[in-house]
């Protein structure tokens, strides 16, 4: 994965603001765990105010465009900031994708649907099981609260958000564990493929390698001698054959 997590991470950041603490917590580990599992996403919406609701209900009614939500403003849970819309980041960190069959990590497994696995994990209820208007990219947290009841002054339970919150806090464990083994991953990777640029180097593989100055009499001697047409291929041990045969004079 080209992007890093704070990359990624910095993609949401200002999606993030207003929303319910415990929810922000929640979508927090979610963007690490999806990353974890090879899958950027980026937030696409998170607090909506009543007047934005509006204007999106009456989009395909009264206003141009496909009808995208039967929820007025104030009945939306985006409304008091216990609902978030993602997309799938590519990996150049511009662009977003709502394919639900994308498998980018080519792991066999839809990328949408590792998201789902991850925030039904973390207590999300998913619009794409909505009964009417199916809503893939939809998250919400209800803590037991209609919108309803949101509108008329209810206050969010504090046991059910402790709840939450528990469930929030060991899966982030999990994923600092997962992310600590990634790093030591890309660690050796990055170790390796430093070995075998400097082993090409070496042996001269590209043919573009330059050799240095001490060996410039016997390679001169060489070509005089027609052991040799070139230098531009020769490998470091090649180089030393060559210097060996010519300080034994036998170049």
Not at 38 to 47: A, S
Not at 200 to 229: D, F, H, P, Q, V
Not at 230 to 245: G, H, R
Request: hydrophobic fraction near 45%.
């Amino acid at each position: 994965m080209s992007l890093t997590l704070d990359q990624v991470k910095s993609k949401s950041a200002t999606r993030l603001i207003g929303l319910n603490p415990v929810v922000m917590a929640a979508t927090t580990v979610l963007i690490e765990r999806c990353y974890a599992r090879g899958v950027p996403i980026i937030i696409t919406q998170g607090l909506r105010t009543i007047a934005e609701q509006d204007a999106l209900y009456v989009q395909g009614r009264t206003k141009p465009g496909s009808i995208v939500t039967n929820a007025k403003g104030g009945t939306s849970y985006h409304n008091y900031g216990l609902a978030i819309d993602f997309a799938l980041l590519l990996l150049d960190g511009k662009q977003v994708s709502w394919d639900l069959k994308r498998d980018g990590d080519g792991d066999k497994v839809a990328d949408w649907t590792e998201v789902v696995q991850e925030a039904k994990a973390l207590g999300f209820e998913w619009g794409g099981d909505f009964v009417s208007i199916k809503d893939a990219p939809h998250f919400q947290m209800t803590f037991g609260l209609t919108t309803s009841q949101l509108r008329a002054g209810a206050n969010l339970s504090e046991i059910a958000m402790a709840k939450a919150t528990a469930i929030i806090d060991r899966l982030k464990e999990e994923v600092k564990e997962d992310m600590s083994k990634i790093a030591e991953l890309e660690a050796i990777v990055t170790n390796q493929d430093e070995r075998l640029v400097a082993m090409e180097k070496r042996l001269n593989i590209s043919g573009k390698e330059t050799y240095a100055s001490n060996y410039t009499e016997a390679i001169t001697a060489a070509k005089a001698a027609g052991a040799i047409t070139t230098s531009a291929d020769k490998s470091k041990l090649e180089l030393n054959i060559i210097q060996m045969f010519f300080n034994l004079g036998l170049v």
